[in-house]
Each structure stands twice: as C-alpha cells, then as structure tokens.
C-alpha cells in the first residue's frame, strides 16, 4: 500500500541509474529553487512519450527556473535506453529501474500489466517539487495515464512561489 506524502515534509529517498551512465540521487540535488521527479508510466506509454516529448522542449524553461528535472520510471535499463532514444529525449536525464517499494514511499499508484508492451508492474504518473533542503513543496498524483498537470504552465509559477515565499499547501492536518 502507498504512503500518504505530507507536503513540506522530507521527501522520500531516491537513488536510481541514468541513461547513458551515472547515477541520479535525490539527496545529491542542488538545484537553485526544485528538484522536479516525474514518475512515468513507461516506454510502452504513448501518454509518456507526448508529455516527456514536451518536457524535453521546455528543460531551458525549466533550468531558467532553478529547476533541475529528472523522470523515472521502473523500466529497466535497455527500455529505458530506448525510450530515450526513440523519444528523442535528449534534454532530459532519465532514471530507470524504480521499485514497487520506491513507487509506494512516493505514494503513486502501481498497476499491473493487460497489454504485452507493458511490463508486468509500473508506476502510475506522479510529479513531485522537492526544495533543496529535501523537502516536498509540489505533489501531484494520478491512477490514469491521462492525468498530468502542465508542465509549463508549472514552471511559469516558480518565480511567483519563490518571490511571494509561497508556503506549501495542504500542510493541515
């Protein structure tokens, strides 16, 4: 069972390979305003290929921001590879090999394969704002493939989060 994430609470740990080598690790991060952490659903997701497509076009957007931005999905390396590849996705550093366990403390939703293309468990969408001290500021979740939040229109509100000190929402309990 997945976690409920608590807004401006440590974010959960994550460690996970890169296409083309290295290794991405949350606590590592030094962005100037976020880290943003797309969970993807997957090489066999044609949803993923149109908004990480998208992505890749707006990473100048997003470094112009203070945000450094990775996606991941539990595919793992060689799909990984070749989704990079045939997305044309070179802008973004994309992370493989995620765990049903690294799923489930970032709270997402997991699912289980119909279709042949899928592998037999991945993670549901899920974007994440983390600020440099390792705290969540953004989560945002989805049980359906077609569920994503607007990735530019996100960024666009980086500078007014950060000139207004707007707090993280949702804190209440």
């Known amino acids: 069972m997945s976690q409920k994430l608590i807004p401006d609470t440590k974010a959960p740990a994550l460690s996970l390979g890169l296409v083309g080598g290295g290794t991405w690790t949350l606590a590592d991060q030094t962005p100037k305003n976020f880290s943003m952490?797309?969970?993807y659903r997957g090489l066999h997701?044609?949803?993923c290929k149109m908004?990480?497509?998208k992505l890749n076009g707006l990473i100048?957007?997003?470094a112009e921001a203070g945000v450094n931005v990775v996606a991941v999905s539990m595919d793992p390396e060689d799909r990984a590879t070749q989704t990079k590849t045939d997305w044309e996705l070179g802008n973004i550093d994309l992370a493989y090999g995620a765990t049903a366990d690294d799923v489930r403390n970032w709270g997402l939703y997991l699912s289980?394969?119909?279709k042949d293309a899928e592998i037999?468990?991945?993670a549901e969408p899920g974007l994440f704002w983390v600020r440099p001290d390792g705290r969540l500021y953004l989560i945002d979740?989805?049980?359906m493939p077609w569920s994503r939040p607007d990735v530019e229109f996100l960024l666009s509100k980086v500078q007014f989060?950060?000139?207004n000190g707007y707090p993280a929402r949702g804190t209440t309990a």
Do not use: E, R
């Open 112 to 114: 289980t394969a119909f």
């Open 37 to 39: 952490v797309i969970f």
């Open 161 to 163: 989060a950060i000139d």
């Open 141 to 143: 979740i989805s049980n």
């Open 120 to 122: 037999p468990q991945f």
């Open 51 to 53: 908004y990480l497509t």
């Open 60 to 62: 100048d957007m997003a």
């Open 45 to 47: 997701c044609p949803v």
